[in-house]
């Protein structure tokens, strides 16, 4: 059974860095293609990284590329998404999901990584506050 789980939202200052972690259980990481979503209040959820287990491939939207970085530790089974810069804009619930790799890319998970009807797994969310 997989299931995942986010830590590490807390609530900063502008200018500050978060690291969130995401811990799987029940599969391994080399199968897997796992993502992280945003949620902000009033708006829909939005794709902000990606990484391919396979092969190590990383992806990430245009509002986070150069300011957020993804990694994963297979020992572990943890993924993690390391947030520089954070602004109030970045405030939102920010979610993980996973797709097996074979299913991702059978429907182009390549190209389509940020759009949420890629993964059936999905963790309870994580809150991150950016306010002064």
């Known amino acids: 059974q997989v299931q995942l789980v986010e830590s590490g939202g807390g609530y900063v200052q502008p200018g500050s860095s978060l690291r969130l972690s995401c811990t799987g259980s029940?599969?391994?990481?080399?199968?897997?293609?796992i993502a992280w979503f945003r949620q902000a209040p009033g708006k829909e959820r939005e794709g902000v990284s990606c990484?391919?287990?396979?092969?190590?491939?990383?992806y990430y939207s245009n509002t986070v590329k150069g300011r957020f970085t993804i990694s994963r530790d297979a020992a572990t089974n943890i993924v993690y998404l390391q947030m520089n810069s954070l602004t109030p804009e970045d405030t939102a619930v920010y979610y993980c999901a996973a797709e097996l790799i074979s299913v991702w890319d059978r429907y182009s998970g390549a190209y389509y990584w940020d759009r949420d009807e890629e993964y059936d797994y999905w963790g309870q969310g994580t809150q991150v506050t950016v306010s002064s």
């Open positions: 990484v391919n287990g396979n092969d190590g491939s990383t």
């Open positions: 029940g599969f391994s990481q080399e199968s897997y293609a």
